[in-house]
């Protein structure tokens, strides 16, 4: 069995290795019981086999041995396995650290091995208590204590405390290593060493269970935990109130242990020092080896008079009391102690039994309500004196004497009952401190009134992949996917060598795109090229003919790449989703740009000026209101799940500190929050930009596997399938711009308006007023038919056409936002909130799983590769994440680095930052300020590796 994405993140499947582990825990028990523990403690205790045949008080003593061996033998074991973990960990001791970051904590597969190991021991453990291992006076505290445990650390990883989980079960296996360590130098009577491992044990239980479970863990749990997630929007109330109140649960049995505990101290001293039994066994003494091996039996009358059997030798004595069912005994073997014991519980309708060794049957029978003060009979009968009865009436015990008291049914209730109390006012002290911590935590948030979503659709997930055009991947669904009703391609397509030369050679359209090792132009002069075919810009409409002519101009042999498609049995995911939901053959990049511009359109309808890299932007963050701002104004969530760094942070907005908190880990939270039903309102997911060995890249830039980028869509997609909000849920996946690679449709270049009135820079001046090539793009959601084929908007103008400001546009409407247009642009642009709601109910048939991906790529990431443009820009804004563009080196960062490096600063940038903020927010600076780092770089030669250099906010 293997683990689910190992050191990422909590996934419930691992809870398959929690039975693995049991299964595993009884086997080695058995063998270990029968191969070395059994006659290890025969040799220990100095037994013979063969002598012991009828002495059940040995064989106790011998099984209670082994039992101390294997216990010595787990909780050694995984202690060492603990401490090994916590010692590379440097949030072990540093209580404050348990919530830091949480939920977006990566959990190691150390760290998810040691979970299920521990938890498959506990669920071991509850049936080795009930059938295996010998019964003591805390049965029920003991059993309560395991499934509590159990519990608990299922609780913690899939809740994803497993920071404060791990302490907590260090904590405990500790004082159990001297414990077992006493027992068994108690049973081979070495004196010395047992009392010196009870002292070890009471001061470690002690110390680590009364002291530093409460004073430093709940503590932390209780109070800390409040502290360092008072940031959150919606704190996790209900796993508060859980968690807290298990640990409250686990110290009042540690309470009730240390009662016992200390009073074998006290019992220890007046022993001059030696342990003395376990007060908690449910054996009585052992009887000496020489006493005959057959017992004598009295019966207590209320008028004292006593039954007895005269031939047989004296051994025993009980007394039954049928209302309170008291068991008084004395010298009795541990199986005919037990015997009595479920008898006097009346456990079972009827009950019978035979002492091993003796020449008696003892049974009770007749139903339980039967059993009355009046009328419990006790048959025993002698097969040496052919089976003759004595009957007789126990009406009153006789107390008296020191025989051991038991009480088992009203002690047992009673018990019972002081505990559900303690439990229960533990719990009310808890809710009123959860009370306090949450109207504190309510306080310094700002109330917003909750406003209403009239459609089906309450979550949009959007999916911006890389650098690709329609023809390129959707294309031939036309005629090889059998979707006529596509505007696809005949295959009839192509462009020639030399645009302006009649005579040129033709370079015709084909399905045979495969791995794409280079990458085409799609600088704004090259698309101006690919659209025109050359620098005038007026025809209309846009011919489209300059591609093939680019792209050789980059290297020979390029024309064709180009001008390649993929088979839909090469994008088998699309190919899939176009199938059962919607595609749009009619949307367009926002500007005839690279990444950066349309990025910034898809969330904000404009590029402020933007047609590329501009440093003082990249530094300062573009200034421009997102939709994010428009969501937060009326108080709807978002959430940006990001992979190494998220390019949304190119916006200034986003930087604030009120903000940050909606950044998570994808492979940490994406599925955990879709199977808890609390995606926000609109979801951003970004793709690992970064192709390194580890964590391929998914993005589809070329020189990208795109099977990467196809897993990543089905992964998506299954997960919001799976999730329940699921029938709440569009996804809507598209791609930022063409990436060089051609496309038939004219781009659309007559009224379309500029977003903002901002012109270009030069030497170009664009006025923003045509949109760039047609991207694929595809609608999810059970609230759409199947093999729909999106053509142009209805509306709102003439012109309008769907492009990336459609999103946001969309966003507004679909969630009746109370804001303005952002621009001129998502004014304009047409809206697909009416295709969600053309259907009365959400569909049921939407298939679960998708179909499997093969790699086109004949080899691996190749890490030692130059960055792209795109990756440089990235990396540019890392460094502003990370304070490095105050260095006078800032506009070179990036040009040097490799793939690898790259990702390493990327992930380090961000995880710098945005712990920074998260810093902040705790300090309680103001949320609207925006955090800014000072420089980590130590180099800019060798490595580019970072230090840990203060940061300010």
């Known amino acids: 069995m293997t683990l689910v994405h190992a050191g990422v993140g909590p996934e419930p499947g691992n809870f398959l290795l929690v039975l693995c582990f049991a299964f595993g825990s009884f086997v080695a028990r058995l063998l270990l019981d029968r191969f070395v523990y059994k006659p290890l403690a025969m040799k220990l205790l100095s037994y013979k086999a063969v002598p012991m045949i009828n002495d059940e008080a040995k064989w106790s003593k011998i099984a209670k041995c082994s039992e101390s061996m294997w216990k010595l033998t787990y909780y050694a074991a995984v202690q060492i396995w603990v401490l090994s973990i916590i010692k590379q960990e440097t949030w072990s001791l540093d209580t404050k650290e348990y919530f830091k970051g949480w939920p977006n904590q990566e959990l190691k597969s150390s760290l998810i091995l040691f979970y299920m190991c521990q938890c498959g021991f506990y669920v071991y453990s509850i049936g080795a208590l009930v059938a295996w291992e010998t019964r003591r006076k805390d049965f029920s505290i003991m059993m309560s204590h395991h499934i509590v445990t159990s519990v608990l650390i299922g609780f913690s990883y899939i809740t994803r405390f497993f920071r404060i989980g791990t302490m907590i079960l260090a904590l405990h296996d500790t004082s159990d290593v001297f414990l077992e360590s006493a027992k068994l130098f108690k049973y081979s009577e070495k ?83 030696q342990v003395g039994e376990d007060i908690r066994s449910g054996s009585p003494r052992v009887t000496s080896p020489e006493k005959p091996d057959f017992f004598c039996v009295q019966i207590l009358k209320m008028e004292n008079e006593h039954c007895c059997c005269p031939d047989i030798a004296m051994g025993a004595d009980f007394v039954v009391h049928p209302s309170f069912f008291y068991v008084k005994i004395k ?113 310094r948030r700002k109330k917003k009134a909750k406003h209403e979503i009239k459609g089906p659709i309450k979550t949009l997930v959007v999916l911006v992949m890389e650098n690709r055009s329609f023809d390129h991947m959707l294309g031939w669904l036309r005629t090889k996917g059998g979707r006529p009703d596509i505007d696809g391609l005949t295959g009839h397509e192509y462009n020639r060598l030399n645009a302006s030369d009649p005579s040129s050679p033709e370079v015709f359209v084909s399905d045979g795109a495969a791995y794409v090792d280079s990458d085409p132009g799609h600088s704004f002069q090259a698309i101006r090229e690919q659209i ?326 004949p080899f691996g990431p190749r890490e030692d590769k130059v960055l792209s443009e795109f990756q440089v820009e990235l990396i540019q804004l890392a460094s502003q994440l990370n304070g490095d563009h105050v260095l006078n080196t800032y506009p070179y960062i990036g040009k040097g680095m490799t793939v690898r490096q790259a990702n390493r600063y990327a992930e380090d940038a961000v995880a710098r930052f945005l712990e920074a903020g998260r810093a902040a927010l705790r300090a309680g600076a103001n949320e609207s300020a925006i955090v800014t780092m000072r420089p980590a770089l130590t180099s800019r030669i060798s490595g580019w590796s970072s230090d840990a250099s203060a940061q300010s906010i």
Not at 383 to 405: K, L
Not at 755 to 777: A, E, M, N, W
């Open 532 to 857: 025109f075919g050359s620098e005038d810009t007026a025809a209309v409409p846009a011919p489209m003919s300059g591609f093939a002519q680019q792209a050789e101009s980059m290297g020979e042999g390029m024309a064709s790449t180009v001008m390649r498609g993929f088979a839909p049995d090469a994008v088998p995911v699309y190919s899939a989703l176009a199938e059962e939901f919607a595609v749009f053959d009619r949307w367009f990049a926002s500007v005839p740009a690279s990444t950066q511009p349309n990025r910034f359109y898809v969330h904000s309808a404009t590029s402020h000026g933007a047609t590329g890299n501009v440093r003082r932007d990249l530094v300062h963050g573009f200034p421009q209101k997102t939709i994010f701002d428009s969501l937060d104004e009326d108080g709807l969530s978002f959430g940006v799940y990001y992979q190494n760094i998220p390019a949304v942070l190119f916006f200034k907005s986003l930087r604030k500190l009120k903000h940050l908190v909606k950044f998570h880990s994808y492979k940490l939270a994406f599925k955990l929050d879709a199977k808890l039903g609390r995606l926000p309102n609109y979801v951003v997911i970004e793709q690992h930009y970064f192709d390194v060995k580890l964590s391929p890249a998914n993005d589809d830039h070329p020189s990208h596997d795109i099977a990467r980028g196809q897993r990543l869509v089905k992964e998506v997609y299954q997960t919001l399938r799976a999730s329940p909000q699921w029938n709440e849920t569009a996804l809507l996946i598209t791609y930022d711009e063409h990436g060089g690679f051609y496309d038939h449709v004219p781009t659309p270049v007559t009224g379309v308006p500029n977003p903002d009135g901002i012109i270009g820079p030069d030497p170009f001046y664009f006025k923003f007023d045509r949109l760039g090539v047609r991207v694929p793009t595809i609608l999810i959601s059970p609230w759409i038919e199947k093999r729909t084929a999106i053509h142009e908007p209805k509306g709102p103008t003439p012109h309008s056409q769907y492009e990336h400001s459609s999103i946001p546009a969309t966003v507004r409407k679909l969630f009746n936002l109370n804001s303005n247009f952002l621009t001129k642009r998502d004014a304009w642009a047409g809206t697909f909130e009416s295709y969600l709601s053309i259907r009365k109910t959400p569909r049921t048939d939407c298939p679960e799983k998708l179909p499997k991906v093969k790699s086109l790529r």
């Open 331 to 443: 010298q009795a073997p541990d199986r005919f102690f037990h015997f009595l014991v479920s008898l006097a519980e009346c456990l079972l309708p009827s009950v019978s039994a035979r002492l091993v060794g003796s020449p008696f049957s003892i049974c009770c029978p007749g139903p339980r309500t039967n059993r009355t003060r009046e009328n419990l009979p006790l048959l025993l009968s002698s097969p040496s004196r052919g089976g003759a009865p004595w009957d007789s009436f126990v009406r009153a015990p006789p107390w008296g004497g020191r025989e051991m008291d038991l009480v088992a049914q009203g002690g047992r209730r009673a018990r019972r009952r002081l505990l559900v109390r303690a439990v229960f006012l533990l719990y009310l002290m808890t809710s009123a401190h959860c009370l306090d911590a949450e109207r504190a935590v309510s306080g």
């Open 191 to 273: 004196e010395m060493a047992a009392s010196l491992c009870f002292g070890l044990f009471a001061i470690s239980w002690f110390l680590l269970r009364l002291v530093y479970f409460p004073f430093w863990i709940i503590k932390a749990s209780s109070y800390e935990c409040v502290e360092a997630l008072s940031w959150m929007e919606n704190f996790p109330t209900t796993l508060y109130y859980v968690f807290n109140t298990m640990l409250l649960t686990l110290l009042v049995f540690h309470t009730y242990w240390w009662k016992l505990i200390f009073a074998m101290i006290m019992k220890q001293m007046s022993n001059k020092g």
